[in-house]
Structures are given as C-alpha cells and as structure tokens.
C-alpha cells in the first residue's frame, strides 16, 4: 500500500475542478479535473481534499490504465485507504470515476495535464455545464 500525504497539503496552487449543478438530474459527466501531472500518487490527494463534503468518503477510485503510468492497488489518504483500480475501457479513456459507498458514483473529464489554458477552458466548462 502506498502512502500519500497524511498532513495537511503544502501550500500548492489551486485545485483545477468543475463540477455540473447538483441539480439530482442523472448525467454522464459530473464535472473536470485538470491535474498538473500524470502522477496519480501525488494528484490524488489534492482532488479527494477538493470533492463536496456531500460526496462523502471517497473508497473506490477508477482512472484509465494508458492515461495513468503508475496505479497501486491501494494509497493511504489523509489515514483513509482507497483503493486504486485501473480501467482499459476505451469508452472512457479521459475519465476518473470516484465512488462513495452509500453516496454515489461521480465521473469527472480528466483534461490532460499538459493542456494549455485556452484548451482545458472550454472542456471544463462543457463537463461542468453537461454538454460533454
């Protein structure tokens, strides 16, 4: 098991996320993730710190196994574990799916780290608004 930050964050620059309107309507893309890196052990924990306290404990993460180079069965997050799985699906290849038992399953467009601002902009804000 790996083990990812148990402290509060460093100071990092902001977390790249949109999320759609909680407005209850079932919907393929609940929102856009642009991490900084390809590096999941150290991206991960910015976003799970990031999600709506709504969502509850993130336990299950699924993120597409081309996209993402290194994926550990399992990582400690802030003293929780969650546990890794690695997808191949080609229907889904820039998608990270978060599940909460009891909660709900969410599945965030994951905008490539190395795009520019002009090009994750309107991905982000189509995932958000529902249009993707």
């Keep these: 098991m790996t083990t990812a930050l148990q402290s509060p964050l460093p100071s990092h620059p902001v977390l790249r996320m949109r999320l759609a309107s909680g407005s209850g309507m ?4 609940d929102g856009a993730w642009w991490p900084r890196s390809y590096d999941l052990l150290s991206e991960l924990p910015r976003l799970l710190a990031g999600l709506p306290r ?6 299950s993460v699924t993120v597409n196994g081309a996209t993402w180079p290194a994926v550990p069965g ?4 802030f003293n929780q574990v969650v546990r890794l799985r690695r ?26 780290p190395d795009a520019t601002e ?3 902009e309107p991905l982000m804000a189509a995932a958000a608004g529902g249009h993707v």
Excluded: F, K, Q, Y
């Design 26 to 29: 079932p919907r393929p893309i």
């Design 74 to 77: 399992r990582m400690l997050v």
């Design 54 to 59: 709504a969502w509850g404990h993130i336990t």
């Design 118 to 120: 002009e090009a994750a």
């Design 87 to 112: 997808s191949v699906a080609a229907s889904a290849p820039h998608t990270i799916v978060l599940l909460a038992p009891g909660r709900g399953r969410w599945d965030l467009l994951v905008v490539p």
